[in-house]
């Protein structure tokens, strides 16, 4: 059996999952996230806790077993806890605002780049910060994880002197400069 997949899911108190077929909707304290899942797996929802099985031991199904277990464990994560990305911005210039909702980033290009969050999905700029970190907070992994990748595609790190948007978990590795004649 899948190692992942075989792992029963605890559903919190707060935390409602609802399934009819292949179509699951968990609805939790921050929001309600709904997702179609193959119709090979099976989800049941049994004393607390969300139990995925499959039919047969074909790699295919081995596959879906453990990718389907995962997701629901994001899925029920993300309606309870949810999830948070840190990006933070290093160079002369470079910062962040807010702009009611939207984030306006000055990141050396001839205008600002305003990003319009999507639905379940804010952004945050600490005043202590001074325009330096942007948090990216919601309740579903993909998409924060997507957003945050685009708002790092804008000035992503450079190797020389270390500018640009990163992740606050991720290091750069540096390159020396020219080296001067001797």
């Keep these: 059996m899948s190692r992942i997949g075989k792992k029963p899911i605890p559903v919190p108190a707060k935390v409602q999952v609802e399934v009819k077929k292949n179509e699951v909707t968990v609805k939790g304290p921050k929001g309600e996230l709904t997702d179609t899942f ?16 499959r039919p047969t031991d074909l790699q295919h199904h081995k596959a879906l077993h453990g990718l389907t277990r995962a997701l629901l464990a994001n899925m029920v994560t993300g309606v309870s806890e949810g999830f948070q990305k840190t990006l933070l911005i290093t160079g002369v210039g470079y910062q962040a605002q807010m702009q009611g909702k939207n984030l306006s980033l000055k990141l050396g290009h001839s205008h600002d ?20 970190t942007v948090i990216v907070d919601g309740i579903d992994k993909q998409v924060v ?3 945050a990748a685009n708002i790092r595609g804008w000035r992503p790190p450079e190797p020389y002197k270390g500018k640009g948007v990163r992740y606050s978990d991720e290091t750069i590795i ?8 001797k």
Excluded at 113 to 132: A, C, H, L, T
Excluded at 174 to 181: I, T
């Design 38 to 53: 193959n119709p090979d797996m099976s989800v049941k929802v049994e004393d607390g806790n969300i139990i995925i099985e």
């Design 113 to 132: 780049v305003i990003i319009e969050p999507p639905e379940n999905v804010s952004f945050d700029v600490p005043k202590e910060s001074r325009g330096q």
């Design 145 to 147: 994880g997507q957003i």
């Design 174 to 181: 540096r390159k020396a400069g020219k080296a001067g004649k």
